[in-house]
């Protein structure tokens, strides 16, 4: 069975795998990614990594997966906030010259969206939209098993779409922008401002009391269900997805939020999108597997 | 050179015509379709027609767009409104027996989308998005050379998203759904109740009077046409097309209202997504040219 390397590359850590081509995880190295110390740092301690693989030769191919948008076809990222300096980097050309194996990139989350399509909760399925819920809310869209990446590497970077136009002004975003209203970091945002007496590590918090029936955190409640709603609404009138494949740190409370989220999105839909399937993301490792199946994907 | 059978069978006409793989259409013969009439009656108008073209056996392939949505897996109409009976009907089965002849369907939008991101507009881009604006809007999405379908046929039938949820009920459509506030019909609908005395034959019109600086004409136009740089944000961060390609009834007017929803656009999506092309169909006959381009894009 074919092999490939799947490397993971974070604003804090970096991560390489051997992977077969069902999605196996054979052997994994980690390490911190230097990502403050430059693109020279960064990539040389990488290398080092690969190089320890003892027979990474005998891969078939290399894929990475990157924090922010990538142009998957000249192989640099376009914006790497995460990793100062790699916007514009041609960094696809040195590995593969280093590596002498085919490299292809893309971002985190059309990897992770990649993994599932392929070998998770979606495998199979023409169309699979993945959204990630945690701090921000983000996505991939996988067509076919390939990921599409956009003119400018945003396909399926919905943070900035707009479910309200009626809100306030928070940030560069959008008015109205769902990354501002019901991303994590939006929900703890509204929690602190309704119950300034109260404390909020995480968003499961407020999701718990507004299960148990507090008004103020029910009514940021009513209101972010609604609004993820109606995100899935308006990916479904663009998209018509087979699945949505929802991962990210808010599916740890997904039992008790995207129920309500499903009932509200049936309501904003035509009849023959009611029954368009969600599921949970289900690979321990997406990172690494998808970025895997980058080259798989790409006929390597 | 290679020569494929479009055609476009509408609930009014069909359209058949012989066409290079180049998009160019070398024979067309057209006809009533006989929607009323039934199924029947429909494909055995169609079966002559096609018969009725001499060395239609020498054609690689048919491809047939319809007026709704298709399960182009199971060569079915989802949704057939204007095409009585069709819905669920096995069409391609029954003509590609009686052809000889490997025969795909999928929707009039989508198929205009094809032969604009083959052949026209978006000639050879990746991510091909395609509106047509008439009396309704709908959609297409080609992602290299293919037409995207979904899980319904819905894909890119946009007429359902909402662009903002605080309008009112017109219609089974969602409140603030863009085709019952930026269409044709919406267009006239409004400017009907602002001027119940004057009578308002098209889109044109409305459009006239508020370039001439009739206030209420103006009122009208300034939200239209912030309605639609709303839908092509909110498409434009689900997607990231290389290329928006606008087509139907009120591109007429488009030199006149075009410029304003882009420069309205591009206030509402990311710096990277603000240069995103937007151009007209060129094709004169999208309809037949994108029909022969189904079976083209599968391998046909």
């Known amino acids: 069975m074919k092999k490939y390397l799947g490397i993971d590359l974070g604003g804090t850590n970096v991560r390489v795998g051997v992977v077969t081509e069902d999605g196996t995880v054979l052997q994994q190295v ?3 990614s230097y990502a403050q110390d430059g693109v020279t740092k960064v ?35 376009v914006l790497s906030t995460n990793l100062p300096g790699f916007a514009g980097y041609p960094m696809v050309e040195e590995l593969q010259k280093d590596f002498g194996l085919p490299v292809f990139i893309d971002n985190d989350a059309n990897v992770a969206g990649l993994a599932e399509a392929r070998v998770g909760a979606g495998k199979g399925l023409p169309i699979v939209f993945y959204i990630t819920m945690s701090t921000g809310i983000g996505g991939g869209l996988i067509v076919n098993g390939q990921t599409v990446s956009g003119r400018s590497g945003f396909t399926g970077e919905i943070a900035n779409l707009i479910i309200d136009r009626n809100r306030k002004k ?90 309500t989220v499903i009932e509200k999105y049936r309501t904003l839909v035509h009849e023959q999108l009611r029954d368009t399937p969600f599921a949970l993301a289900k690979l321990e490792e997406p990172g ?12 390597c």
């Open 30 to 32: 980690k390490s911190v």
């Open 43 to 77: 990539l040389d301690n990488l290398k080092q990594m690969v190089y320890g693989i003892e027979d990474y030769k005998s891969c078939s191919g290399i894929g990475i997966g990157l924090p922010g948008p990538c142009d998957t076809v000249h192989g640099k990222m």
């Open 170 to 259: 928070v940030n560069y975003l959008n008015i109205g922008a769902i990354e501002n209203e019901a991303s994590g970091t939006a929900i703890k945002r509204k929690a602190k401002e309704a119950m300034p007496d109260r404390t909020f590590e995480h968003t499961g918090q407020v999701i718990d009391l507004a299960v148990e029936g507090n008004m103020q955190a029910k009514m940021i409640f009513d209101q972010f269900t609604y609004d993820l709603a109606q995100m899935f609404s308006e990916i479904g009138a663009v998209l018509d997805p087979d699945m949505y494949v929802i991962g990210g740190g808010m599916t740890k409370s997904a039992d008790k939020f995207m129920p």
């Open 288 to 299: 690494i597997i998808g970025a895997a199946m980058l080259p798989i994907s790409k006929g």
